[in-house]
């Protein structure tokens, strides 16, 4: 049954909010698993869409799945049918592509439907053929399916990427850790998803070094064995309450989260005059009086994350002054102008960068969730309107936030989520 999420805004957040597991760190980690051929507890794995659609996927593949609790799963991949990965769910979202690395570290071969995800224009996989050939793949794509292929066994090889791509790093990473001899990947992605996929690896019996930096060696290992790990806190989550906080003038502590992962978004959110406050796992966030206009350029990781741009933008609607968005990750990510267009928001958008006209009082409205950031912004957006905004085709944020309405509910704003009659 479709759903609508609806607030009545104009109340500033107050209170604490813990931070779930990184969906984008466990997703290649929960596909990671097909390399072990024991089984393996995760801990913290965020409740959400696409965890769940992924599961499913291993399931379809012969996998045994077990929740030991809401965060936690046992995942037996001992019985693994490759190439057998449910087409219809891989062709949702797009962390099924991680399936390709992992059957190809496994069995040599890959078989899968093109992977799917939220549109916001072209999402190529080049990057991650390049680095599947540099090991001595074969990749064929050819209507709706991926093939690859090693006949004669993955080979340890210099891969390097023009662009830092955190999906093509992972996936190199999940081919080449049984592979014969040593990987480099120069140029490979940082963020803190990658580490946390290093981590796992070498906590199952891999030898990963350099996760975290440019620089990225796969030592290749004769077989890896079962464990037990805990996926690092979502750093989007949190980013997306922090700034909830500062747009509403309100004051919240966003907790069991890593401050170091959002010194970026914390920097922003300073330079437009809101305080921020960090401990050791914790980041606070009071909103005043003061909000400058700033420009934000999303970079991949130290700098500012793309997809935490959207959030920002209903803050800078109602900042004093013009700002701008230069978006260098992603094209066609500012489908949600429109949106915010309707609630009164004065913005130009064209190509790769938006300008907003800021001073603007946003009016409720009915909106639409364009993709799962868009609609964490509009939810943003109605939480600092006057009157009743209602956002449809709310499926797409429950992709990647656990109990979001719950959560804001806990901080004092006044939303709820109804079926659509």
């Known amino acids: 049954m479709a759903k609508k999420i609806i607030i009545q805004g104009g109340r500033p957040l107050s209170g604490e909010v813990h931070v779930n597991g990184m969906k984008n760190a466990a997703l290649p980690i929960l596909f990671a698993t097909l390399l072990v051929k024991e089984a393996c507890v995760l801990e913290n794995i965020p409740p959400v869409n696409d965890i769940s659609l992924s599961l499913e996927i291993l399931r379809g593949m012969g996998a045994t799945v077990e929740h030991l609790d809401r965060t936690t799963v046992r995942i037996d991949t001992s019985h693994l049918s490759p190439g057998s990965a449910p087409k219809e769910l891989v062709g949702i979202i797009r962390g099924s592509s991680y399936l390709l690395g992992a059957e190809l570290g496994r069995c040599g071969k ?44 993955l ?25 014969e001899g040593t990987t480099v990947i120069e140029n490979a992605a ?63 502590r966003v907790s069991s989260m890593v401050p170091k992962h959002v010194e970026s978004i914390s920097a922003k959110l300073t330079e437009m005059g809101a305080i921020v406050e960090e401990g050791d796992d914790y980041v606070t966030v009071t909103g005043t009086d003061l909000r400058r206009n700033i420009n934000i350029s999303t970079i991949p990781y130290p700098g500012f994350p793309t997809d ?21 990750i992603w094209e066609n990510r500012f489908r949600y102008v429109g949106e915010l267009r309707k609630m009164g ?35 943003i957006a109605g939480l600092i309107a006057s009157g009743k905004t209602e956002i449809s085709e709310v499926n797409c944020i429950h992709r990647g936030y656990c109990d979001i309405v719950e959560k804001f509910q806990s901080l004092g704003a006044d939303i709820s989520e109804v079926e659509l009659s």
């Open 155 to 179: 080979r340890g090889s210099y891969v390097y990427f023009d662009l830092p791509s955190v999906g093509a790093t992972a996936n190199v990473m999940l081919a080449a850790v049984l592979a």
């Open 308 to 328: 935490m741009h959207p959030q920002f933008a209903p803050y800078l609607c109602v900042a004093d002054g013009v700002s701008t968005i230069s978006e260098g």
């Open 345 to 379: 928001a004065n913005i130009v958008a064209g190509g790769d960068m938006a300008t907003f006209i800021g001073g603007q009082q946003l009016i409720g409205a009915s909106v639409t969730a364009t993709d799962l950031r868009a609609g964490a912004a509009l939810i």
């Open 110 to 153: 890959a078989e899968i439907g093109w992977p799917g995800g939220c549109d916001f224009g072209v999402r190529p996989l080049n990057l991650h053929f390049k680095g599947f050939e540099a090991l001595g793949a074969t990749v064929q794509s050819s209507g709706n399916r991926i093939q690859a292929e090693a006949s004669n066994g």
């Open 190 to 252: 940082r963020e803190p998803h990658i580490v946390d996929l290093a981590s796992f690896l070498n906590t199952c019996g891999a030898n990963v070094t350099g996760a975290g930096t440019p620089v990225i060696k796969i030592h290749g290992v004769k077989e890896l064995h079962g464990c037990r790990y805990m996926i690092l806190p979502d750093m989007i989550e949190a980013g997306t309450y922090m700034v909830a906080a500062a747009a509403t003038g309100g004051s919240v």
